[in-house]
């Protein structure tokens, strides 16, 4: 079985930092492309970052420049450092393991809220 497990939100001011982890549970880490998402209340789910297997990462331009994906193949565990926080950045953040070759698969956490105020 494999579980994704998020930590790290919270509440924090505008302008504040917050570092979101995500630990994966079971062998598929070290092979897998993983990447943070959100969904904000009223709005569909979208991507914030994501890296790849081979370490390749690609940002949302709302973000770009502000967060850092990175991940740490020895913990299974990834990160999304997030900094100059907006209000719009206000979602709950889901964590994402998947393969595209074979074998395929796809998981999800269950989410952590962050909360930007003004």
């Known amino acids: 079985q494999v579980h994704l497990m998020e930590s790290g939100g919270g509440l924090v001011q505008a302008g504040g930092s917050l570092r979101l982890s995500c630990v994966v549970s079971?062998?598929?880490?070290?092979?897998?492309?993983v990447g943070w998402y959100r969904q904000a209340p009223g709005k569909q789910r979208e991507l914030v970052a994501s890296?790849?297997?081979?370490?390749?990462?690609n940002y949302a331009d709302s973000v770009r420049g502000r967060f850092t994906i990175s991940r740490d193949n020895a913990k299974n565990t990834m990160y999304l450092q997030m900094n100059s926080l907006k209000p719009e950045d206000t979602a709950a953040y889901y964590c994402?393991?998947?393969?595209?070759?074979?074998?395929?698969?796809?998981?999800w956490g269950q989410g952590t809220q962050v909360t930007v105020s003004s």
């Open positions: 890296i790849i297997s081979r370490g390749s990462t």
């Open positions: 079971g062998s598929i880490f070290n092979f897998a492309n």
């Open positions: 994402r393991a998947y393969r595209d070759a074979f074998p395929r698969y796809d998981y």
